[in-house]
């Protein structure tokens, strides 16, 4: 349990203050959940960043202040439908009023409600740190790759990613996600996809990406055999299900959005 708590006035005090066991403060969903994963004795609270709470359009981005809640975001008029789908997949309206966009992503869940969506669409972050403001994709954070320390400040959604669409897999719209699955493409030559399986990974799926591009007509049991043999992802058996059972939903999941993509146009 926390020790002491911190209101920062500043991005800036943020950081200063953000040291050994010390954790940032958000929408506090996740901190404050019962068996959370995070552990600080130390809480920076960060919710009176309000330059954190903007978003806006700009040339081919738009600014998704990390501080904008789950419901905001559903309001912003200028947040693409396919951002709001994945909000969406948040059920509750009472955790969506309280839980940041910037939390989720930094939490990196398995069940994650954003980061697959935003792994396909070549989402970036930017991220103030001791040494100044980085830029890096959605997927180099999730993987560990750059500044998971930082304080997350903007999501950049892509104005123009083509089709995106993404799916959840759950017992009810209130429970864990067991496998999230996304997709988005320009065209049927540019396909990228992501999904996390709970308590398995974060997966950027390039090989089925790659076998539909080689042939858009690929075959749901082409790719439902691809993620049986998949070796480099783990599917958990569990109360929601087997691993081959996981494989399998996966594999038709994906063929049911390359079937979206062509019937929503994509050539
Ligand atoms: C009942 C319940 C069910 C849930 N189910 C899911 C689920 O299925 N999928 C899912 O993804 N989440 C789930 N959550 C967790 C949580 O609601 C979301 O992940 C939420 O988006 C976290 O955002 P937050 O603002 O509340 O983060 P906080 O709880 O405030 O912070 C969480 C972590 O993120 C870090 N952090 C927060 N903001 C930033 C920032 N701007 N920059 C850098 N680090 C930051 C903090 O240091 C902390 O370590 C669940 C929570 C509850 C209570």
Same mark, same amino acid.
């Given at each position: 349990m926390a020790k002491q708590y911190i209101a920062a006035q500043s991005v800036e005090t943020a950081l200063k203050r953000r040291g050994e066991n010390s954790a940032f403060l958000a929408g506090g969903t996740e901190i404050n959940r019962l068996n959370s994963a995070v552990e600080a004795d130390t809480l920076i609270s960060i919710?009176?960043? #309000?330059? =954190?709470?903007k978003v806006e359009a700009q040339g081919d981005f738009i600014y998704v202040g990390a501080l904008c809640t789950f419901q905001q975001a559903l309001e912003e008029?200028?947040?693409?439908e396919w951002f709001k789908e994945a909000c969406r997949f948040m059920a509750s309206r009472t955790k969506r009023n309280m839980a940041t966009v910037g939390g989720n992503v930094a939490v990196?869940?398995?069940?994650?409600?954003?980061i697959p969506t935003l792994i396909a669409v070549g989402a970036g972050l930017k991220i103030e740190t001791a040494d100044g403001t980085k830029e890096c994709s959605v997927l180099d954070y999730t993987e560990g790759l750059?500044?998971? #320390?930082? =304080?997350?400040?903007c999501i950049c959604l892509p104005k123009n990613p083509g089709f995106v669409k993404s799916v959840r897999f759950a017992n009810t719209a209130q429970s864990h996600a067991y496998l999230t699955v996304a997709f988005a493409a320009k065209d049927l030559d540019h396909i990228e996809m992501a999904a996390a399986v709970k308590n398995g990974g974060i997966y950027h799926l390039t090989d089925l990406a790659a076998a539909m591009m080689k042939?858009?007509?690929?075959s749901e049991e082409t790719l439902v055999n691809m993620v049986y043999e998949c070796e480099g992802a783990v599917f958990p058996t569990d109360m929601f299900g087997g691993e081959k059972y996981k494989r399998y939903l996966l594999g038709v999941a994906a063929a049911g959005l390359l079937a979206d993509a062509k019937k929503g146009g994509l050539a």
């Open positions: 919710r009176r960043l #309000d330059e =954190l709470k008029d200028v947040i693409p990196k869940r398995t069940d994650s409600y954003l750059t500044c998971c #320390d930082g =304080l997350i400040t042939d858009h007509d690929v």
